[in-house]
């Protein structure tokens, strides 16, 4: 998935944070009950993994990805391991739940968000000077080849 020379495509790069994110997930909800610190560290090393991987044209997706993936996760944790501990309450109380991991969760999406970011402006600044500088040899070489002149 990442052998590619061009990079991970803005979706391939989001079912990477899925996979490690919920991998995280699962081993947070085995080890402590609910999410908490594996889930966070995960979620926050496939972000920056994704958003370093990724093709510096697909990085606006990544950019977007990290709280749509992040809600996803949380509400499937939320739906099949409630921290309520029961299924007394129903639909409400399921909602609560939720709610409340969105909430208590916030900070490792938040730095997520801002290393991803980060990442994607450096790399698309990059990218940019890369592409002009391309451009301008390009153009050269076509002068060149216009030009047989020797240049001084």
């Known amino acids: ?6 990079g991970l495509t803005a979706i391939g790069a ?3 944070v899925i996979i490690i994110g919920g991998l995280g997930a699962v081993a947070s909800v085995l080890v402590s009950g609910s999410l908490g610190i594996v889930f966070a560290v995960a979620f926050v090393l496939g972000c920056v993994l994704a958003a370093l ?3 510096p044209d697909d990085l606006i997706g990544v950019v977007i990805m990290p709280p749509l993936v992040y809600a996803l ?4 944790v939320g739906f099949l ?3 309520s501990g029961g299924d007394g309450g129903g639909l409400r109380t399921k909602a609560i739940d939720i709610g409340s991991e969105l909430i208590l969760r916030a ?3 938040l730095v997520a968000e801002l290393l991803v970011v980060l990442i994607a402006i450096i790399r698309a ?8 500088e391309r451009e301008r040899a390009r153009a050269r070489a076509a002068a060149a080849r216009r030009d047989p002149r020797p240049s001084r």
Do not use: F, Q
């Not at 998935?1 to 061009?6: A, C, E, F, H, V």
């Open 1 to 6: 998935m990442t052998g590619n020379r061009r």
């Open 14 to 16: 989001a079912l990477v």
């Open 53 to 55: 991987r990724t093709h």
């Open 73 to 76: 996760i949380t509400i499937g």
């Open 81 to 83: 391991h409630p921290t």
């Open 107 to 109: 900070p490792s999406l």
């Open 125 to 132: 600044r990059r990218a940019t000077i890369a592409r002009r």
